[in-house]
């Protein structure tokens, strides 16, 4: 079975920086684009960004863009999300999820798999 576990969530300062890390088993990595998707209490799932198989390639909302980083190690079958200059509102459960198709999309019901998620809290 498919395993994604998310790591690095915590309690950061407004304006601190934290780094999620998700860990992929039993699936063929690098076949796989990989997303980071956030979830705060009363709202629905958000799309925070995505990489493509080979991390050549990343596309994020406009909400995170210039601040959250989305990087790739296809060795060590893990996809990392660095977030800067975090602000009280990207407080959340951060899900990473893995497609297998090349086509980039930002619905959540269109990835095949997913971790349990890690919780972030900014506080200001």
């Known amino acids: 079975q498919v395993q994604l576990v998310e790591s690095g969530g915590g309690l950061v300062q407004a304006g601190g920086s934290a780094r999620l890390s998700c860990a992929a088993s039993r699936l063929t990595f690098s076949s796989y684009a990989m997303g980071w998707f956030r979830q705060a209490p009363g709202k629905e799932r958000e799309f925070v960004g995505r990489?493509?198989?080979?991390?050549?390639?990343?596309y994020y909302a406009d909400s995170v863009k210039g601040r959250f980083t989305i990087s790739r190690d296809n060795a060590k079958n893990t996809v990392y999300l660095q977030m800067n200059s975090l602000k009280p509102e990207d407080t959340a459960v951060y899900s990473c999820a893995a497609r297998l198709s090349v086509i980039i999309t930002t619905i959540p019901n269109e990835y095949d798999y997913w971790g349990q998620g890690t919780q972030v809290t900014v506080s200001s």
């Open positions: 990489i493509n198989r080979s991390g050549a390639n990343t």
